[in-house]
């Protein structure tokens, strides 16, 4: 069986689920990898034989979305892209919320299943942001269509959402508490968070970024390149974490039941669904970092860690799943 898996390249988490499940696939047969977008960091080994520019999420240093760079990222030659995409030589097509390739489908008439994280919005009972937001809304809805779902979040809310695939250095990992807090907030600048960071030197805080190429030391600060490996490491030994509205580290933090304080991208309505969902797990979320923040901080490091997160189905079994439930295309 020939397998084509399309990744949202617009940050780390849809890269990093891929390699996760790349093992399990194997066992259904050869996969090769479609990465579209530019703002992921990581390096990676998957055998990556398609990639575009596609469309990419761009912040302010604030911690806002920048329209205006995301609009750049648009352009008639996605359709071009999208024609030119041989997905018809490949069985089955698995989407990870990647729009070239649904584009292709729809203009090849292809079956193919949308899973991930942007899946499980498919279902009404999927946790929603009270703000208002009709274009956030129509990008979960419509922004990547598919002939089947099956959707990853926090919780089980409806029949084709599972739990989130959690790398396998996580679950095997023995958990330590030195102290640190380890920070992932990519819509935020060095410049901006340091000055709030600082006004607590008896704690560690140990910042990843795409700001810097090396370590970087600023007092109580700790700057880190983005690297899965050290990332990984340092949140299993961290005390805390805070974050921003994504679903994978939030996940793996709940996982290894360490204290979540999350802050969702400013109107990345994604986020703030997901923030939702947070809460209704026990985990602090806040809108923004502000004049309140000193005492936000101060509350959530010292208060209980009561959050309700289970975690009921191994990579392997929801591989296992997708690949029994999967929709296969007549070459």
Known sequence: MKIFYAIQGTGNGHLSRAEQLYPHLQKYGDVEFFLSGSNAQLNTTLPIKYKSNGVSLHYKSTGGMDYGKISKSLGLNIYKEAKALPIE???????????ITSLACSFKKKKSVQFGHQASFQSKLTPRASTFNPIGNLVLDRFVKSTHYLGLHFESYDKNIYNPIIKEEIVQAKVIDEGHIAVYLPQYAIEFVTPYFLAFPTFNFEVFTKEVKQVTINKNITFYPIDNKAFTDRLIR???????????????????????????????????????????????????????????FSEWVNGDNKINFKHTHSTAAIVDILMNNIPINTL
Do not use: R, W
């Not at 030589?89 to 729009?99: A, G, R, T």
């Not at 805390?240 to 991208?265: D, H, Q």
């Open 89 to 99: 030589k490949y069985d089955v097509i698995i989407n990870d919320f990647e729009f």
């Open 238 to 296: 961290c005390h805390g974490i805070i974050t921003a509205g994504g679903f994978e580290t939030p996940a793996e933090a709940m996982y290894l039941k360490k204290k979540v304080l999350s802050i969702p991208i400013l109107n990345h309505f994604e986020q703030e669904c997901n923030g939702e969902a947070m809460k209704k797990l026990g985990v602090k979320v806040i809108k923004k970092i502000d004049s309140n923040f000193n005492q936000v």
